[in-house]
């Protein structure tokens, strides 16, 4: 089985763009979620879909959203960046049950924000 | 809230050698999944070893082991003969059961020596 792929995995944007990331799950997953890893803050959960529903949030302002298609794929979008959206952005699948299933990571989406 | 304190920001350790991470969490919660994660240099994070609460017996994968003190709220990793691919950023993490978002520590920073 294929793993958990991002796109782009590089980017660099200006103050004030905004940035779209995409993920795909493994296959058969139905969960994605996305974390956003700085080094001051460390790993944080963004938010989390299931069956193209959000069923999780975190603590991350409204500039950040989300969605899941019907095929499971998943994008996240950040609207007026900032300098300190600059991080890596991981996502990961899971089956979705909530039953501790292994969440797999992606290699992540590196962003850059100048 | 849940939270996940790592003590232990960096250590070393010579190859063969065995080595403890420490972690330690709060939670009120009593169904839970404890997990530890590795993040090599390429930023990929990998499941290394998880343990369910409800279950008295420590998990081990291979090398790796760990040390569950549910009423102490401790999860102790050890990693026996260590190699050099050993070396990562290694991360406690929690996750309530019927949930799917992850809570990670800061992590510890491991490096094996040749």
């Known amino acids: 089985k294929a793993g958990v792929t991002q796109t782009p995995r590089y980017l660099i944007k200006t103050r004030g763009q905004q940035v779209t990331l995409s993920c795909s799950p493994i296959?058969?997953?139905?969960?994605v979620s996305w974390y956003q890893q700085t080094p001051g803050q460390g790993l944080q959960f963004l938010f989390e879909y299931f069956s193209e529903t959000q069923r999780n949030k975190g603590n991350f302002p409204g500039r950040f959203s989300g969605r899941q298609f019907s095929n499971s794929r998943s994008e996240m979008n950040v609207s007026t960046l900032e300098l300190g959206d600059s991080a890596l952005y991981l996502c990961a699948s899971s089956g979705g049950t909530g039953e501790g299933e292994t969440q797999y990571f992606g290699p992540g989406t590196r962003l850059l924000v100048l | 809230a849940q939270t996940v304190t790592q003590s232990q920001p960096e250590m070393s350790v010579q190859e063969a050698e065995t080595v403890t991470l420490s972690c330690t969490y709060d939670?009120?919660?009593?169904?839970?999944?404890l997990f530890w994660y590795k993040q090599p240099p390429s930023r990929q994070m990998i499941l290394v070893i998880r343990q369910e609460a409800y279950k008295q017996q420590n998990a081990t994968e291979n090398r790796f082991s760990v040390n569950f003190q549910k009423a102490a709220k401790s999860f102790s990793l050890k990693i026996s003969d260590s190699q050099l691919g050993d070396t990562a950023m290694y991360f406690c993490a929690f996750m309530k059961r019927g949930d799917d978002k992850i809570i990670f520590g800061k992590g510890t920073r491991l490096h094996i020596l040749p």
């Open positions: 939670t009120s919660e009593n169904n839970y999944y």
């Open positions: 296959s058969g997953h139905r969960s």
